[in-house]
């Protein structure tokens, strides 16, 4: 301001329409970067979360193993029960068969169960109604009977009656159980 | 820093606007670095800024943001002082109205803060950048002889003269003149009493009264032919040592017109009436330090013709110099010297 009586106004090449133009610019590149970090946000949260994913995966899948192993171990278990009850009903049979063969007349004390043969042990009032009545129906069943008998105090007679099957049969019968 | 290297890229726009009597002479430079780029100029019959001239000065200024608009004052009040000292200024003028400033430290130039205003508030649309003075034009279009010479300059605009007297640099006298206000001052001037040691022969030049504007009138200039003392004027060898013969080569190369119409011989004769005026203030106040003046050098920016000059050599025996003056150009070379290009 040497010569003229007031100072030239300050200049800039940043004109209004300049300024639209460049606050667009910046608007435009602050959206940019704060989608560009959005996307880098997400990525990271999709990354974390694909990895807790995959271990929640391994984890599952460790727990589908050990749970598959599980239901076989309860399957086997299951099957094996189905066969020990099914091998108690037909033993439940069996018993029910046996004292079904036992006559009136006679009286089971004691009754053993073989894996190939049955022992019985009771009282009679003779030979007679034990042989027509008892030992005749053992006899079709098992191969081998054995019979003995003792008195007893009241004039009746204890008896031992052991029956035995062939091995052949007895395992025929088990793998049907 | 950033500011300074877009400054460098751009191109500058400088446009300089002179307010004339009845219109307007716009004129504009596109600067580069390396120069001049475009320029160009228009006179728009307006005082005031009009569509065709805004459009003009828009259309140069939208080719970029560093243009600076600049205008010459044509505040009635203004004018130059002899010194820069604060306490010396209200000994020749009271400057609390006004805005003033100091020229290389040596002499101040002062405008009233009124019409600062004024002009920003009616070039408010383009907006105002710099405001000369004329006088600070003046003393830059003839540094060359400021610097060492005692003279008389004048710069003539079309409804205005600043008259200016320098030795070596050193502001005398200066005063800003309005045309249209030539009867009042003429008045002044015959109503005055000159000081009578001051021989200035001023009651025996042309006789005001007998010089009439209208056209039929005009035979009677033939009288200022038959003056026997301006015919003998170039017999006085005094004043022959004292010319400026490196001035008078470069006028003959620019010879003036003649005065072709009586409108033109009357605003010379009111621009002589005016300078005449402005040398007997300068010789008559006694503010100022007075010099015998013996060389005028004018600066002729509204196209006057050989009438002024041949009236300041016969009526007041001046060695005249006349360089004619593009108005426009030298407000450029102001706001060019202001901002440092």
Known sequence: MKYSYIKPRKKTPITPELQIIFTFFAMTLIMLFLTYAFLLYKDYTFKKERQTTIEQKKELKANIKDMQKQIS?????????????????????????LFDLVPQRITLSHAKLLKNGLILYGITPNKDVYNFMLQAPLRSIFHKTYSS??????????????????EAQARELDSEN | ????????????????????????????????????????????KTILLNDQMYDFIHEYIKESPYFYISILDTSIVQGAIPACEKNKLRYYYDLSLSEYKCFDNKWSFYTVKKEIYEIERKYEEIGIDMIFSPFVLLANFFQDKIDNNLALYALIQDGFI?????????????????ILMKDEAEDILLNEDIDENVDLDLDEGINLDDIDADEANIDSLDEFGDIEDLDAIEDISEFSDSKDVEEELHE??????EDEENKTFNEDYQRFSMIQLAVSHFYKDDRYESRFIENVYIADGAGVTNDLKKYLEEEMFFNVYVRQ?????????????????
């Open chain 1, 73 to 97: 171990f309860i399957q086997k278990q299951k099957a094996l029960a189905e066969k020990v009850f099914t091998q108690n009903m037909v033993l439940k049979d069996s018993i029910a068969n």
């Open chain 1, 149 to 166: 008998f003792y008195p007893a105090k009241n004039g009746w007679l204890m008896f031992v009656s052991k029956n035995y099957m062939d």
């Open chain 2, 1 to 44: 820093m950033l500011s300074k290297i877009l400054e460098f890229l751009y191109l500058k726009v400088l446009v300089n606007i002179v307010v004339q009597r009845e219109s307007t002479l716009v004129y504009i430079e596109v600067c580069s670095k390396k120069g001049v780029v475009d320029e160009a100029g228009r006179e728009f």
């Open chain 2, 162 to 178: 600043s008259v200016a007297v320098f030795e070596n640099s050193q502001l005398l006298y200066a005063e800003h003149l309005d």
């Open chain 2, 252 to 257: 003959s190369d620019d010879a003036l017109p």
């Open chain 2, 325 to 341: 003056a593009d108005l426009g150009a030298e407000v450029c070379e102001l706001a060019k010297m202001e901002l440092g290009l």
